[in-house]
């Protein structure tokens, strides 16, 4: 039903009352498209702020299934969550379906590469980094330079998160900021440093917060900065300390490939990794070639006398023992399978051998 001009639903009267958005702009917000990548920590707290602000069309993109080890700081997942092993979006989306049910949520199961992320973006009004590593936000920022839709790029390890908000073509992009991916070891992760909880809901609210002064603009064209400030914010919890870097003429100022020369490489594929660690994990990432359209009931059939395995209609785990070639000490190995071909292997930070483990069970 069409609302009249000016009309505010009771669930939002308080924030329709704050100056910055006002009626009009909660009516924007009913109409915009946001495509959240990635789900956890950041992305748990991005859903909710989204939804509970009343972005009409929230996507939830993201690869991974819901453990233990997410629960301290991934505010969207439960322990049940974690006994029926649950996707993440699967998980994310009946719990703040039931938070706002006027809205539509669209949980995608998927790994985001350059195959897909067009498709995931396409009608998108602002794309919200919600990821754990470089190389997707590099693909990100490609597919915003491609596209026109602007992104809010955000990280956090330890204490400290770090916030720009990239209009392509307007304002520096990444590449801008970080020409090159850090080479591994460089640089602290989440496996090296953790993470602290509160972290990630200071850098995280304060992307919401610029994602839906964004959204809630008048027009159509987003891709403008408009009176959003173009600067890259690092918080520090722990230290209590807040910090701005001025960006606004940083675009102008490099010699970024990405912005000038049109250099698309994350997009195009050629920096693309079939393998990929994963962060805080113990675990590596199996990404086959092609996308495939495995029958997971078969497949738990045929490895049932191999070991543990449990199932639902999103994915398989198995778990079995570590080969012998690894650690004898070492603890079980679990293989979580997904339709499109996609494996999770934890119990090694070897892609080597976690190719060989999916190999040996999946095929090859």
């Not at 959240?36 to 920590?41: K, S």
């Not at 460089?186 to 990630?200: F, N, S, W």
């Amino acid at each position: 039903m069409k609302q009249e001009p000016g009309f505010v639903s009771e669930r939002y009267r308080k924030q329709a009352l704050f100056r910055g958005i006002g009626p009009d702009g909660q009516q924007k917000l009913a109409t915009r498209k946001v495509v959240l990548i990635g789900c956890g920590a950041l992305g748990c707290v991005l859903a909710d702020a989204m939804v509970r602000a009343g972005v009409g069309h929230v996507r939830i993109v993201d690869r991974d299934f819901v453990e233990l080890s997410n629960l301290q700081r991934q505010v969207l997942f439960t322990e049940d969550d974690v006994r029926q092993h649950l996707p993440k979006t699967i998980a994310a989306a009946s719990r703040l379906q039931t938070v706002n049910s006027e809205i539509r949520i669209e949980p995608v199961i998927a790994d985001v590469d350059f195959t897909n992320i067009l498709s995931l973006v396409d009608g998108a009004d602002l794309i919200l980094d919600g990821t754990d590593n470089f190389e997707i936000r590099y693909l990100i920022n490609d597919v915003s330079l491609q596209t026109g839709i602007p992104w809010i790029f955000t990280g956090c390890t330890g204490s400290a998160g770090q916030m720009m908000p990239v209009f392509p073509g307007k304002s520096a992009c990444l590449r801008c900021l970080i020409p090159l991916p850090p080479p591994p070891g460089t640089t602290e992760t989440c496996d090296t440093a953790g993470v602290l909880g509160p972290a990630i809901g200071a850098i995280a609210s304060l992307q919401a917060a610029v994602a839906l002064r964004i959204l809630s603009r008048p027009g159509t064209n987003l891709s403008q900065p408009d009176g959003v400030p173009l600067t890259l914010t690092i918080v520090d919890v722990w230290d209590g300390t807040f910090r701005q870097m001025d960006v606004s003429t940083l675009r102008e100022r490099s010699d970024c490939p990405a912005c000038h020369q049109g250099e698309r490489l994350w997009l195009e594929g050629s920096h693309r990794s079939g393998s990929t660690v994963l962060c805080g994990r113990n675990a590596v990432q199996i990404s086959p070639p092609e996308k495939l359209a495995i029958r997971l009931d078969e497949l738990a059939a045929r490895l049932n006398h191999l070991g543990k395995v449990t199932s639902n209609s999103f994915l398989i785990r198995l778990q079995i023992e570590a080969p012998a070639a690894q650690d004898p000490g070492a603890g079980p190995i679990e293989l979580t399978l997904f339709p499109d071909g996609r494996a999770i292997i934890k119990g090694t930070e070897d892609p080597a051998a976690a190719r060989t483990i999916y190999s040996r069970y999946v095929g090859s």
